[in-house]
T-cell receptor
Framework: TQLLEQSPQFLSIQEGENLTVYCNSS?????LQWYRQEPGEGPVLLVT?????EVKKLKRLTFQFGDARKDSSLHITAAQPGDTGLYLC?????????FGAGTTVTVRA | KAGVTQTPRYLIKTRGQQVTLSCSPI?????VSWYQQTPGQGLQFLFE???????NKGNFPGRFSGRQFSNSRSEMNVSTLELGDSALYLC????????????FGPGTRLLVL
């Protein structure tokens, strides 16, 4: 079983639509990271959030860390085909990352 | 700054053989973590090395081992390969301080026949 539960598992949307990916856990984390991975490549870091309640915006991506530091969300506004990929959240404790199973996002042109 | 490099990128082995994978971290990074990624299990943590010492370990059998050298480069070894060891093996480097922001290499794709 995964320490972090991601939902939904799959998401297919049309270009220009918005989407939200959720990452939930019963554990408290000292920080949380979001990554995007493309087939055959390693995950690429998108953001690190550290403070409970923190919201970070990177262009069309908005990341939120829950007040209790147990959950997080990733919101993409006006999705583009280049946003297609596997989105992974990872919670950190004691220098160790625990990953969710990932959300596969497909943005159709 | 150069990213994390892993060699080889692809590897085919047969059951019972052993394999060694190599990882060169980003310059200045002292921590290297190893992960196994499969479609069924996702990203599973193997172990982490910091300044040549294993600091964290996941729940993998003793066939999986690693080490880190004084220049922070790391190697991972799998002995007595099994079919189920077929996976993408990812290495990630970091400064080794909190927050533990890790930067991944492209991975080594291992196929065990």
């Amino acid at each position: 079983t995964q320490l972090l539960e991601q939902s939904p598992q799959f998401l297919s949307i049309q270009e220009g639509e918005n989407l939200t990916v959720y990452c939930n856990s019963s554990s408290v984390f000292s920080s949380l990271q979001w990554y995007r991975q493309e087939p055959g490549e390693g995950p690429v870091l998108l953001v690190t959030v550290v403070t409970g309640g923190e919201v970070k915006k990177l262009k069309r991506l908005t990341f939120q860390f829950g007040d209790a530091r147990k959950d997080s969300s990733l919101h993409i506004t006006a999705a583009q085909p280049g946003d297609t990929g596997l989105y992974l959240c990872a919670g950190e404790n004691d220098y160790k990352l625990s990953f969710g199973a990932g959300t596969t996002v497909t943005v159709r042109a | 700054k150069a990213g994390v490099t892993q060699t080889p990128r692809y590897l085919i082995k047969t059951r019972g053989q052993q394999v060694t994978l190599s990882c060169s971290p980003i310059s200045g990074h002292r921590s290297v973590s190893w992960y196994q990624q499969t479609p069924g299990q996702g990203l599973q943590f193997l172990f982490e090395y910091f300044s040549e010492t294993q600091r964290n370990k996941g729940n993998f059998p003793g066939r999986f081992s690693g080490r880190q050298f004084s220049n922070s480069r790391s190697e991972m070894n799998v002995s007595t390969l099994e079919l189920g060891d077929s996976a993408l093996y990812l290495c990630a480097s970091s400064l080794g301080t909190t927050p533990e922001t890790q930067y991944f290499g492209p991975g080594t794709r291992l196929l065990v026949l």
